[in-house]
């Protein structure tokens, strides 16, 4: 049982596009909800994260849209640059008790100069 | 200062043998995890360690697998008659505390294990 969706599994944006990055969840107990980075050879790397109590963070040109009834939260790279091509991850976990983390099966985004 | 560091960063071995995966977490962080990332697909939690103790261990695929923190910082991930569906990089995390509200887990760059 998948219990974080993400898609889609690969994008190519332009350079100064929008990436947009889409995962959904099942388990209603989740209440954190981060993205993670990945660059080949490295391990995965905290981007930006939402708690469910806001529908939207801004950190710079990253953005997470959060919507609590669809269980749905999406990613916005906003002016992509070449240098954000990397694996993105969404992931799910809880914030009472211990916190592992649920991940998603990861979108690679190539962003073209 | 350091972050979490993995060695070996590569480990090719034959179907059968025994393997161990080192990971040195973050000085001061209580909280030690272990996932599997295998390929072109996101981590998999295998393991939870809090201090010295598993706390959960509900990851792990069989009893094939085995992870120990003897002292409290350092664990290993101790993995006994590979099969070639081992093959994965295997990721270590620490946090400050997986007990208090969330606290950020930092990821080495993980083991590359290879089965023949």
């Known amino acids: 049982q998948q219990q974080v969706k993400q898609s889609p599994q690969s994008l190519i944006v332009q350079k100064g596009g929008i990436s947009i990055i889409n995962c959904a969840y099942e388990?209603?107990?989740?209440?954190?909800f981060p993205w993670y980075q990945q660059f080949p050879g490295k391990g995965p790397a905290l981007l930006i994260a939402?708690?469910?109590?806001?529908s939207e963070k801004k950190e710079g040109r990253f953005t997470i849209s959060f919507n609590k009834s669809a269980k749905q939260f999406s990613l916005h790279i906003m002016d992509s640059q070449p240098g954000d091509s990397a694996t993105y991850f969404c992931?799910?976990?809880?914030?009472?008790?211990?916190?592992?983390?649920?991940f998603g099966k990861g979108t690679m985004l190539l962003v073209s100069p | 200062g350091a972050g979490v560091s993995q060695t070996p960063s590569n480990k090719v071995t034959e179907k059968g043998k025994y393997v161990e995966l080192r990971c040195d977490p973050i000085?001061?962080?209580?909280?030690l995890y272990w996932y599997r990332q295998s390929l072109g697909q996101g981590p998999e939690f295998l393991i939870y360690?809090?201090?010295?103790?598993?706390?959960?261990d509900s990851g792990l695929p069989n009893d094939r697998f085995f992870a120990v923190r003897p002292e409290g910082s350092v664990s290993t991930l101790k993995i006994q008659r590979t099969e070639r569906g081992d093959s994965a990089v295997y990721l270590c995390?620490?946090?400050?505390?997986?007990?208090?509200?969330?606290?950020?887990?930092?990821f080495g760059p993980g083991t590359r294990l290879t089965v023949l």
């Open positions: 388990n209603t107990a989740f209440d954190y």
């Open positions: 360690f809090q201090g010295t103790g598993a706390a959960d």
């Open positions: 939402i708690r469910p109590d806001v």
């Open positions: 995390a620490s946090s400050l505390t997986g007990n208090l509200g969330y606290n950020e887990q930092f």
């Open positions: 000085s001061g962080h209580t909280a």
């Open positions: 992931a799910a976990s809880r914030l009472s008790g211990y916190s592992t983390l649920t």
